[in-house]
């Protein structure tokens, strides 16, 4: 049976989530529909680029991802379909798919006169997602294109004993987490927004309760957290916030 992910900034107050799984299961009776968040924060299509990254390749092959935030829907924005390494993928055109590989094939989707101007998600593209996960091709769908909006997160700024990168998104602890890779961080002090929060440890225990610390998370980039507590709230630090790893 095939997978769709789900992954938007509708949260789940509303029924919108819910719209979109009645379409897929209309279409699709019986497919595993997996949610991997809700609650981006809305419009923020940086953020969802962020989670898509980390999440899309853990799935098994032929899995559909299924991603919208869509601060433009209803405009010229494009709608897509993209196809990598045997994953699929359907996303308004607004660079949230800006992490996949340069190699990725997308098609430009057609917007039925029908559909409401204020959710694509819905009526343009939980449909596509459907026929994707029922075998349809691609090419079957839309127009190939080769310049999809690409809007990549930072890079970080390497020099001889020293990383200077920045956070790229804020998790619902409170982590900070950054774009500085862990493997072959420069030994040295972590600093953040300013504030020197040590050397990098391994995990949570090796600090007091209330203690900063900055560690390689999960997705293998250094990462600032309070222990039992929120670094964003303790340092007022969010998106963007500088972080140096190294020498000063």
Request: aromatic letters at 6%; charged letters at 15%; hydrophobic letters at 45%.
């Amino acid at each position: 049976m095939s997978i769709i992910t789900l992954l938007t900034d509708f949260g789940t107050a509303d029924s919108y989530v819910a719209e979109m799984k009645a379409v897929l299961l209309s279409e699709v009776p019986g497919i595993v529909l997996i949610d991997v968040t809700h609650d981006i924060p809305s419009g923020n299509v940086l953020a969802a680029q962020y989670v898509l990254s980390r999440v899309w390749r853990r799935f098994p092959l032929g899995t559909v991802h299924l991603a919208v935030v869509d601060p433009g829907v209803g405009t010229v924005r494009r709608a897509l379909a993209g196809e990598i390494a045997g994953h699929q993928f359907v996303a308004p055109d607004n660079g949230l798919l800006s992490g996949l590989p340069a190699t990725t094939r997308f098609v430009a989707l057609p917007i039925p006169a029908l559909a409401s101007p204020t959710f694509h998600g819905r009526d343009v593209f939980a449909p596509i997602a459907a026929l994707l996960a029922t075998g349809g091709s691609l090419e079957s769908l839309g127009a190939p294109i080769t310049d999809p909006v690409r809007s990549p997160l930072p890079v970080p700024h390497v020099e001889p004993g020293r990383v200077t990168g920045e956070v790229i998104y804020v998790d619902h602890f409170g982590n900070l987490i950054s774009n500085v890779a862990g493997v072959g961080a420069p030994a040295g002090s972590v600093t953040v927004a300013g504030v020197d929060v040590g050397p990098l440890r391994r995990s949570f225990g090796e600090v007091a309760t209330g203690e900063l610390i900055a560690y390689v998370g999960s997705a293998g980039t250094v990462e600032i957290a309070q222990r039992d507590g929120s670094a964003a709230s303790r340092l007022g630090a969010g998106v963007g916030a500088d972080v140096r790893v190294g020498a000063r």
